[in-house]
């Protein structure tokens, strides 16, 4: 039995979610081809994801594909109660999602959904995969496989492979490049800032743009920033990335310089403290904060909190004043938690076409090739991604050369020199 909001939401959810798909081509396609094929047929598949409109064609693709579905929310703020009841009412998934619940709920939700004893798993911040291991070892027997769809979630699934704690294979869909490229550059960079300007409604030409993290979201970030007419300071701790950076011409600081200097503060390193109570004390009055990295660590909000005297919850959507004892005010956006999908609607489904591509075709692998992989952290085989890449080109009428027989033959002999 599911556990959504409002099943009379359902109308409305169906016209966005077929708002959404007419910008899926690729995942349209896979759904037809599953349709047909069939690669699921028999398996259970619980999933922890973004309960969005954009979701909602992958979870169609897999019901397609012959499994039963149960899908938990990944986030409470992002998760578009219209769009859940479209799922249970019209395509036939159990849903456990209602926006806005607290921790208590979130936990209770992805219980819900493991009561269907999968044999899949699709995650989006490894909390699923965390509690398996932890709390519902009971289940880890029967699951034989997963996907992971974040950074911040192969890093925690890593830790747990080298402890030797991860006990069935997982996929990180996350680093082919059909997603984490064009999902975390593409996606993270427009979606990002569109939460920031709906929710604030400022203008970012002139101001001074602090990014934590260089990786692909912190690149998208910088440059659509930097096309807004911000001025862009990037900071890390990989010297590799703060060089890039720097040779892209944008400002390379320590957190500690920087924090005087910014009017909009955007974490996305999927670390803890990047904006820590230190650098909250030291920022111009106005200052925005705003995070984009999976969880809601990465700026400091305890350390806020205490220092407030007054805190002025919703003074616009999604945005909390914090007034500190010197009268000056910092503005904090979604509560700390992502701020794309919490103040605006995450990414564009153009851009989740591809990474629900990757997903869905790697759970059709794996319904073929769980057998033959380690309790380990696995990567998509190539050609998955190369298929997305060339139906996405494909759907926008982009050609491409082919090798010609004597460059197939070049490059595979060693024996052909200058």
């Given at each position: 039995?599911s556990?959504?909001?409002?099943?009379s939401?359902?109308?409305?959810?169906?016209?966005r979610?077929?708002?959404?798909?007419r910008s899926?081509?690729?995942?349209r396609?896979?759904?037809?081809?599953?349709?047909?094929e069939?690669?699921?047929?028999?398996?259970?598949?619980?999933?922890?994801?973004?309960?969005?409109?954009e979701?909602?064609?992958l979870i169609?693709?897999?019901?397609?594909?012959g499994?039963e579905?149960?899908?938990?929310?990944?986030n409470?703020?992002s998760t578009?109660?219209?769009?859940a009841?479209?799922?249970?009412e019209?395509?036939?998934?159990?849903?456990?999602a209602?926006a806005g619940?607290d921790?208590e709920g979130?936990?209770?939700?992805i219980?819900q959904a493991?009561?269907?004893?999968?044999?899949?798993v699709?995650d989006?911040?490894?909390?699923?995969?965390n509690?398996?291991?932890?709390d519902?070892t009971?289940?880890?027997g029967?699951?034989?496989?997963?996907?992971?769809?974040?950074?911040?979630?192969?890093?925690r699934?890593?830790?747990?492979?080298?402890?030797?704690?991860?006990k069935?294979?997982?996929?990180a869909?996350?680093d082919t490049d059909?997603?984490?490229?064009?999902?975390?550059?593409y996606?993270?960079g427009?979606s990002?800032?569109?939460g920031?300007i709906r929710?604030?409604n400022t203008?970012?030409?002139?101001?001074?743009?602090?990014?934590?993290?260089?990786?692909?979201c912190?690149?998208?970030?910088a440059?659509?920033?930097r096309?807004l007419g911000?001025?862009?300071?990037?900071?890390e701790?990989?010297?590799?990335?703060?060089?890039?950076a720097a040779?892209?011409?944008?400002?390379?600081?320590?957190?500690?310089?920087?924090a005087?200097?910014g009017?909009?503060?955007?974490?996305v390193t999927?670390?803890?403290?990047?904006?820590?109570?230190?650098?909250l004390?030291?920022m111009k009055?106005?200052?925005?904060?705003?995070?984009s990295?999976h969880?809601?660590?990465?700026i400091?909000v305890?350390a806020?909190s205490?220092m407030a005297?007054?805190?002025?919850?919703?003074i616009?959507?999604?945005?909390?004043?914090?007034?500190?004892?010197?009268?000056?005010?910092?503005?904090l956006?979604?509560?700390?938690?992502?701020?794309?999908l919490?103040?605006?609607?995450?990414?564009p489904?153009a851009?989740?076409?591809m990474s629900?591509a990757?997903?869905a075709?790697t759970?059709?692998?794996?319904?073929?090739?769980h057998?033959n992989?380690s309790?380990a952290v696995?990567?998509?085989p190539?050609?998955?991604?190369t298929?997305?890449?060339?139906l996405?080109?494909?759907?926008?009428?982009v050609?491409?050369?082919l090798l010609?027989?004597?460059q197939e033959?070049?490059l595979?002999?060693?024996?052909i020199?200058s």
């Amino acid at each position: 039995m599911s556990d959504i909001a409002d099943r009379s939401l359902a109308y409305e959810g169906v016209k966005r979610i077929e708002w959404a798909d007419r910008s899926m081509p690729v995942l349209r396609q896979i759904r037809e081809r599953f349709a047909a094929e069939r690669p699921l047929d028999g398996l259970k598949v619980a999933a922890c994801m973004h309960v969005t409109t954009e979701t909602a064609g992958l979870i169609r693709t897999l019901h397609a594909g012959g499994a039963e579905v149960a899908l938990a929310a990944s986030n409470p703020l992002s998760t578009q109660d219209d769009t859940a009841a479209a799922l249970v009412e019209e395509y036939g998934a159990q849903v456990f999602a209602r926006a806005g619940t607290d921790r208590e709920g979130y936990y209770a939700h992805i219980h819900q959904a493991l009561e269907s004893g999968p044999d899949l798993v699709l995650d989006d911040g490894c909390d699923l995969v965390n509690t398996l291991h932890i709390d519902r070892t009971d289940l880890l027997g029967t699951v034989k496989a997963g996907c992971e769809q974040t950074t911040t979630g192969v890093i925690r699934l890593h830790q747990m492979a080298r402890e030797g704690a991860l006990k069935f294979p997982m996929v990180a869909v996350n680093d082919t490049d059909t997603k984490h490229m064009f999902d975390n550059r593409y996606g993270t960079g427009q979606s990002t800032l569109d939460g920031i300007i709906r929710a604030t409604n400022t203008l970012l030409a002139g101001k001074t743009v602090v990014i934590a993290g260089f990786g692909y979201c912190g690149r998208g970030l910088a440059e659509r920033a930097r096309g807004l007419g911000a001025r862009v300071v990037v900071t890390e701790i990989d010297p590799v990335k703060a060089l890039d950076a720097a040779l892209q011409g944008f400002a390379v600081q320590p957190m500690a310089d920087a924090a005087a200097e910014g009017d909009v503060f955007i974490t996305v390193t999927g670390n803890r403290d990047v904006v820590n109570g230190d650098h909250l004390a030291s920022m111009k009055d106005g200052a925005i904060l705003a995070n984009s990295g999976h969880f809601d660590v990465e700026i400091d909000v305890r350390a806020l909190s205490e220092m407030a005297v007054e805190v002025h919850r919703g003074i616009r959507p999604q945005t909390d004043e914090y007034v500190l004892a010197d009268g000056r005010r910092l503005v904090l956006l979604a509560e700390g938690r992502l701020v794309n999908l919490a103040a605006a609607e995450g990414h564009p489904a153009a851009v989740m076409d591809m990474s629900f591509a990757d997903q869905a075709l790697t759970c059709a692998w794996l319904a073929q090739s769980h057998a033959n992989l380690s309790p380990a952290v696995h990567e998509v085989p190539k050609e998955i991604d190369t298929e997305v890449a060339r139906l996405k080109l494909a759907s926008m009428a982009v050609s491409i050369d082919l090798l010609t027989p004597d460059q197939e033959d070049y490059l595979h002999s060693w024996r052909i020199g200058s």
